[in-house]
């Protein structure tokens, strides 16, 4: 997937998501946007509510720990940057059905 901007670092991929909280449907993957994986969260965008709703996504998504996934960067902004550590560019792509 060109548009999906991924980087592998120590041991794991780090990459760019955009979140849509308070989404009334259940959290999902909505595409790609500008380089980043689009999502939408259940959770409401209030004291980290959102984050930890989109940290249990995507841990289970991929099949891993939550503990395995960070955000590095956008506490607080729609624009984050998430880093998964234990995962090759090619085995994320494959997890979130992006290859």
């Known amino acids: ?17 955009k979140i849509v909280p308070g989404s009334n449907s259940p ?7 500008d380089g980043a994986l689009k999502l939408k969260v ?3 965008p209030e004291k980290g509510k959102a984050n930890q709703c989109l940290l249990a ?8 720990k939550k503990n395995a996934i960070n955000i590095i960067s956008g506490q607080t902004s ?3 940057q998430i880093r998964v550590t ?8 494959k997890k979130l059905n992006l290859n």
Request: glycine share 10%.
């Open 1 to 17: 997937m060109d548009n999906f901007i991924i980087r592998e670092s120590d041991g794991g991929v780090v990459f760019s998501a």
């Open 27 to 33: 959290t999902r993957i909505c595409g790609l946007l």
């Open 42 to 44: 259940s959770a409401a």
């Open 57 to 64: 996504f995507l841990a289970k998504r991929l099949g891993i």
């Open 78 to 80: 729609p624009i984050k």
């Open 86 to 93: 234990g995962l090759s560019k090619d085995m994320l792509l």
